[in-house]
């Protein structure tokens, strides 16, 4: 299996803020990876695919990049709806596998 | 819009099997897509369980392989999980999903308890 380690487990930012998370996959994972939100009694959402493709609906302020085994997830002017955790997915290889996820809290 | 909803029990006694259902509307499951059963932990951590294509094959994380089955009614558009022998290590809320496109229930929380 694909390992994904994702940090950091938490963050807190301000208003305003740019915030960024990393996953490194155990291999390279061809730039196929997701990153997902999910709010408190909630499904998941995806947000990005194929590492920097924003699906629709999802606003500007979020991108993503990397390749090989390392990637981000960036949101640049953090507001106060994007109080979330956020996961990354691996879906080059199965079992597909998920990062451990990643908290944002609003200081 | 495709919707998804899925059911069952919200406590299994351990050694029993787990059985849940998706239903499926707004779109035929034999069109397209694969259909996955994904549970989140209470610590958070997420799992891919497996899934059944549109047209029948079945593929399953080799962590549960012995234990779960994914099958399907495509006369009522619904497809079903069974996870055998659970333990209280299979406590989760259970979603059923479509990830690509991204299609997910609001998910359901099951206990495994005495």
């Known amino acids: 299996d694909i390992q994904m380690t994702q940090s950091p487990p938490s963050l807190s930012a301000s208003l305003g803020d740019k915030v960024t998370i990393t996953c490194q996959a155990s291999?390279?994972?061809?730039?196929?990876i997701a990153w997902y939100q999910q709010k408190p009694g909630k499904a998941p959402r995806q947000l990005i695919r194929?590492?920097?493709t924003l699906v629709s609906g999802t606003p500007s302020r979020f991108s993503g990049s990397g390749s090989g085994r390392d990637y981000s997830f960036s949101i640049s002017n953090v507001e106060s709806e994007d109080i979330a955790s956020y996961y990354c997915?691996?879906?080059?290889?199965?079992?597909?596998?998920f990062g451990s996820g990643t908290k944002l809290e609003i200081k | 819009e495709i919707q998804l909803q899925e059911s069952g029990p919200g406590l299994v006694k351990p050694s029993q099997s787990l059985s849940l259902t998706c239903s499926v509307t707004?779109?035929?499951?034999?069109?397209?897509?694969?259909w996955s059963w994904i549970r989140k932990f209470p610590g958070n951590k997420m799992e891919w369980m497996g899934y059944?294509?549109?047209?029948?094959?079945?593929n399953y994380n080799p962590s549960l392989k012995s234990r779960i089955s994914i099958t399907r009614d495509t006369s009522k558009n619904q497809f079903f999980l069974q996870l055998n022998s659970v333990t209280t290590e299979d406590t989760a809320t259970y979603y059923c999903?479509?990830?690509?496109?991204?299609?997910w229930g609001q998910g359901v929380m099951v206990t495994v308890s005495s």
């Open positions: 999903a479509s990830m690509q496109p991204d299609y």
């Open positions: 707004g779109y035929t499951i034999t069109s397209g897509y694969d």
């Open positions: 059944i294509s549109y047209s029948g094959s079945t």
């Open positions: 291999q390279n994972i061809n730039k196929y």
């Open positions: 194929y590492t920097s």
């Open positions: 997915l691996q879906y080059d290889n199965l079992p597909l596998t």
